[in-house]
């Protein structure tokens, strides 16, 4: 079945460090890729997505590029600050408007 | 901007007990989807309406929970009777069908049961 796989956490940082979030997505057909957030004590938000091979997402300096020939969505970003502390999940929607979230990854930014 | 609601946002019940939790979409949404939080882990699907129609509730626990869209508008997910693993967030999300179009979430029901 489809399934969405994504590094366990937690990640931690210190402020202004280099972020790599790796996820790597099974899917019949081509699903739509999306990056959520969820700030502590709060629902998920929509972060970014891709809806088809080679698209690029992006919002709030974090970037994450459709990869079909890798099967990948790995979501980074240049310069983390403390903010950006949270869980990220990754996900998809199939074809049958289904969607799957990986387990999600927990990130520290240390100041 | 449009948002998704849910109430209440947090709940205490005792298990044995009754408890419903509602959910209102984005307006135009006609995909609503229930899911379970278990803390620490990512959301699962309970159970998913198009418009009216049940379209997924395989991972339904059936025999306490019950879900319900008879307008194709809101919806309504109860559980009777509640028991001590239940306890979890419960978030409602929207769409657009099809599966460009990403889902919208609420705020979540956190449950507590005791």
């Known amino acids: 079945g489809d399934s969405v796989t994504q590094m366990e956490g937690p990640v931690t940082l210190s402020e202004e460090a280099f972020l790599t979030i790796n996820c790597t997505y099974t899917a019949t057909g081509y699903p739509s890729l999306f990056w959520y957030v969820q700030y502590p004590g709060e629902g998920l938000q929509l972060l970014l997505k891709a809806t088809k091979a080679d698209d690029k997402g992006s919002n709030k300096g974090f970037e994450a590029t459709y990869r079909k020939e890798t099967t990948s969505f790995h979501l980074e970003k240049g310069s983390v600050q403390v903010s950006d502390s949270a869980v990220y999940f990754c996900a998809l929607k199939n074809r049958d408007d289904k969607i799957i979230f990986g387990k999600g990854t927990r990130l520290h930014i240390l100041p | 901007e449009a948002e998704v609601a849910q109430s209440p946002r947090y709940k205490i019940t005792e298990k044995s007990q009754a408890v419903a939790f509602w959910c209102d979409p984005i307006?135009?949404?006609?995909?609503l989807y229930w899911y379970r939080q278990i803390l620490g882990q990512g959301p699962e699907l309970l159970v998913q309406f198009q418009d009216e129609s049940v379209v997924d509730d395989s991972q339904l626990p059936k025999d306490r929970f019950s879900a319900e869209r008879l307008k194709g508008v809101d919806s309504t997910l109860k559980i009777q009777p509640a028991e001590l693993g239940d306890s979890a967030m419960y978030l409602c999300?929207?769409?657009?069908?099809?599966?460009?179009?990403?889902?919208?979430f609420g705020p979540g029901t956190r449950l507590t049961v005791t």
């Open positions: 307006s135009g949404h006609a995909t």
């Open positions: 999300a929207s769409s657009f069908k099809g599966s460009i179009y990403e889902q919208y």
